[in-house]
């Protein structure tokens, strides 16, 4: 698992690559407070290359999204593979957080 | 004093290393004092000073904090062969650096015989003593380093074995007979412990309430958080009865105090066995399977639920199932169908479902028993990441 964060016109994108399990989460919640840092001011976490992720994942995910919406940072995914956009939809987090479908949409969605 | 002189005086007075020179040879305090000056002023190390070996024993009773002993062999009263022996039974944590006469290997290996860690011969050549020292020194920062992390291991054995405890109470050990259905329930708790639970709750009428539920995340505070969902599913499950507003209710409790935003997937469903029907409703869980006597099996619909404790005030919705006689509903947590060989691949819902083609589920604990038996042979040598739990309600037929 690996986090790479890259800035696009003020929206920071968190790439994720590989599994998320409850064997990696912690170092998962770390690398994501370490990209997401303090000045961002819209969030979309790119999960194209996310092969799994398990319910300890989910977990930081929503951790994540609650600790920056309490600074008004909005957040959303975009690219999801079949088996991740199936963990969202079955767990209901897809009603929590917005997904798109790539990345342009999400960039036009969190620019607005 | 300048402050300067007072702080190298301090940091003198306590130092990072103590160690005990024993020799009944009174120049080499002198000597020591003055050619390791530079290490005493600086703090890193102190002296102290016996010149036989009972005086030694006394000095490490009274001093307790010495790490090495730097000792002669040949002394009156109780020689150095001799303290080498005595000094496990005071402090097993000092290491000692004997001092011999050149050549003298008789000596010599007998002290490493009896656990000396290094000697130095005289005379004493004091760049090859602070190496020595620094040597020694530098073992002993790596064995309590391990020595540390071995009790940190042992403390977390102890917490993982608390939650593996408060797992496995809380699961029901026996299963209502009701007329009608069967029902069984196992779980097979994963090495880092996981949060599965299930239960069966009596309900009027002679329902039955059926939750399988799966806490996200490990360990201690997952346990205690599956210990509480259980608890307050139970009592919303016999005090408000309908699932999509027990569900409502225990995802409100839950997202009461919940800063490390954990949640938990609960199907929580109620069983009428006078009329076979199956009322549910789904907070955030993989849906149940429903395998009918022709082998033919499907999921169970989804009823827009989110994972319990995630959001508060959510409203569930519910639906409800016709079951015919001869069905089997197989209850399960995402650990089943996500199960890994060493190939990386994943057991899935088509191999569950092909375990029923045959048309031969047999009885609820024959069918559930299945399960996991093939699940284990799939992943075979590969380490189990998360807990199997299966629990299967089996209409008894016409």
């Known amino acids: 698992m690996n ?3 890259e800035h696009h016109d003020g929206v920071l994108v968190a790439k994720v690559e590989g599994r998320v399990d409850s064997s990696n989460s912690q170092d998962f919640e770390r690398q994501l407070h370490e990209a997401f840092g303090d000045d961002a001011g819209a969030v979309v976490m790119d999960l194209g290359q996310l092969a799994y992720i398990s319910s300890a994942g989910l977990r930081v995910v929503l951790l994540v999204a609650k600790t920056l919406g309490q600074r008004n940072v909005g957040i959303s995914l975009c690219s999801l593979s079949g088996p991740v956009q199936s963990v969202f939809e079955i767990s209901g987090f897809n009603r929590i957080i917005q997904i798109h479908e790539n990345r342009t949409d999400a960039l036009a969605a969190a620019g607005k | 004093m300048s402050d300067r002189s007072s702080a190298r005086a301090a940091r003198a007075a306590n130092p990072d290393y103590k160690i005990l020179v024993v020799d009944d040879e009174p120049d080499l305090e002198r000597l020591i004092r003055q050619r390791m000056r530079r290490h005493i002023r600086s703090g890193r190390y102190g002296f102290e000073f016996a010149g036989n070996g009972i005086e030694a024993l006394e000095k490490l009773t009274e001093v307790d904090d010495i790490d090495i002993v730097l000792s002669d062999i040949n002394m009156p009263k109780m ?11 005071v402090n097993s944590d000092i290491r000692s650096v004997i001092v011999s006469a050149y050549g003298d290997m008789e000596n010599i290996r007998t002290a490493m015989n009896r656990g000396a860690f290094d000697f130095v011969t005289k005379p004493i050549d004091f760049a090859d003593l602070q190496v020595t020292i620094d040597r020694t020194l530098s073992h002993l920062d790596e064995w309590r380093a391990a020595l540390a992390s071995r009790d940190k291991l042992v403390a977390l054995q102890n ?21 009608g259905c069967e029902i069984f329930g196992c779980m097979e708790a994963a090495r880092n412990v996981g949060g599965d639970f299930f239960d069966v709750i009596r309900l009027d009428r002679g329902c039955l309430g059926l939750a399988v539920a799966d806490v996200s995340d490990k360990g201690v505070p997952a ?5 509480s ?48 029907v199956l009322t549910f409703a789904n907070g955030g869980h993989n849906p149940p399977l429903v395998v009918h006597a022709d082998g033919s099996s499907e999921e169970l619909e989804l009823t827009g639920g ?29 650990g089943v169908t996500e199960a890994i ?39 075979g040598e590969a380490p189990q990441f998360d807990d199997l739990t299966c629990m299967t309600l089996r209409v008894a037929d016409e």
């Open chain 2, 229 to 276: 969902s259980r608890t307050l599913l139970k009592g919303a499950a016999v005090g408000v009865g309908e699932p999509a507003l027990v569900l409502g209710e225990v995802n409100d409790l839950l997202n009461e105090t919940n800063d490390a935003a954990m949640f938990v997937t609960v199907f929580y469903g109620v069983y009428d066995p006078s009329t076979r």
């Open chain 1, 3 to 5: 986090v790479q964060a």
């Open chain 2, 223 to 227: 346990a205690l958080f599956m210990m």
């Open chain 2, 306 to 334: 989110i994972a319990l404790g995630a959001v508060p005030h959510f409203e569930y919705g519910q639906a409800k199932v016709q079951l015919q006689p001869g069905d089997l509903v197989v209850f399960f947590t995402d």
């Open chain 2, 159 to 179: 917490e993982l074995d608390v939650a593996t405890k408060i797992q496995q109470s809380i699961l029901p050990a026996t299963f209502p007979r009701v007329d």
């Open chain 2, 79 to 89: 020689d150095g062969l001799t303290l080498l022996q005595q000094i496990p039974e």
């Open chain 2, 341 to 379: 060989n060493l190939a990386n691949e994943e057991f899935g819902l088509e191999t569950l479902q092909a375990l029923f083609e045959d048309g031969k589920a047999g009885s609820a604990r024959e069918a559930a028993e299945m399960i996991l038996q093939a699940v284990r042979e799939f992943a």
